[in-house]
């Protein structure tokens, strides 16, 4: 098998905030496999919070190629070798586990949901993203987005409370609450208590990474569940967070792909956690990789592709927030 990569830059449509900075493009990597007359791709969105760049993923596609192997279906001697050979570095590690499940679908000629044993018909919706704004902007983020039955609501500022406020005023949206990591245990506390009486789903990862004491205190005291996102990155941090939220937030491109994620679901599942898949800024091509895990998950988080405007991949589509897979022959995605 032979193995390619070229960045690729991902306009945003508007500039995207979190708790921890603002983003106006996302610069990823396209990675391209050949086996025989077969061509399977795959996409990196490295972040620089979880210590990658699209210098570092080229530097691993470039370090991994030749240790391939010669048959795309070995995926688990595949990521023993990544790993031994680029070490961390889970969105590079991505882009090739995507890229050869692409290779493996289309031999067969079937979709991936296929390939796993999955019913497409069980694809969950999807949320949409209002990234941080004055809370007004935000409500009018919101009225924008009315097609969408789920929101998630980006806080982690002095003023969530009026944001939460404003969006429910004109939004009777299920909705759901990120943090990113913003808040201090006590603030969290008092925030998510304020935050009930407005019908919020859940909040997602309220206080940094490392603080699991914190994650179990607020979740003790609060009473809506508790989602991990920056403390769940692979299958090893899902043991100790039992207990301490009640569910995590899987994204391939911070766990290593498609056979890493499923690994994580099955194991949160052992531990009693609720499921979601989430995403970066990505196009559809790796989103569409992500949504067919869809089926397995009690809430995706896959509007990556939705925030940009100049997406050059079409495959899976939202329709009233159902992800809807496409029926094509591997992760079933083409170019625009
Ligand atoms: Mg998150």
New binding site residues.
Partial sequence: MHIDAQPIDLKLATPFRIARGVQYTASNAIVQITHNEYTGYGEAAPSKYYGESVETVLACIAMFAGNLGDDPFFIDDIHQRLHKIIGLNPAAKAAVDMALYDIMGKMLGIPLYKLLGLNPERAAYTSFTIGIDTPSEMAKKALLAREYPILKIKVGTRQDLDIIKAIRDVSSATLRV?A?AGWTPKEAIKNINAFAQYNIEFV??PVPAHDLEGLKLIRDNVPLPIIS??SSITVDDIPRLAGCVDGI?IKLMKCGGIYKALKMIHVARAHNLRVMI?CMIESSLSITAAAHLTPLVDYADLDGNLLIYDDPYEGVRVEQGKLMLPNRPGLGVKKR
């Fill in positions: 990120d990113n997602e990862q996102d920056e937030n989430g």
